[in-house]
């Protein structure tokens, strides 16, 4: 019994044996089968921005449309306005477009508030 034991811990039976398939069958319903019953909390953790429009400006460049709700959550209060703007902006398209740095942005209005902002940024 001992031997048999060992035999498995070692893995020295060859493949194609029996042994080889009890083994192998085994380590694919622990894979595969433990992930139901257990929570090893490996899941992803993405947070991107809740809405970003990514659009072609028809010269080859893409213009992105950032809400303004996510700028203004990702802003501290104090300091330059406009840099803790560009700030924001960079991080909130990051996760989209990859390492950018923002040309420009314009802010566009409905009712008189400011509702999202366009960003040209490039790479």
């Known amino acids: 019994m001992l031997r048999t034991l060992r035999s498995y811990v070692f893995w020295t039976h060859e493949r194609g044996s029996m042994q080889y398939?009890?083994?192998?069958?085994l380590i694919l319903l622990f894979v595969f089968v433990t992930p139901h019953f257990?929570?090893?909390r490996d899941r992803p953790r993405f947070q991107l921005p809740s809405q970003i429009m990514v659009e072609n400006d028809g010269a080859g460049n893409l213009v992105y449309q950032v809400r303004a709700q996510d700028v203004m959550s990702s802003?501290?209060?104090g300091g330059d306005a406009d840099k803790q703007t560009r700030r924001a902006l960079r991080h909130l398209i990051e996760p989209i477009a990859g390492d950018v740095s923002v040309e420009r942005y314009e802010p566009l209005l409905t009712n008189g508030q400011v509702s999202a902002y366009r960003v040209w940024a490039h790479r």
């Open 38 to 40: 257990i929570n090893y």
């Open 21 to 25: 398939d009890i083994m192998v069958t």
């Open 75 to 77: 802003i501290k209060q």
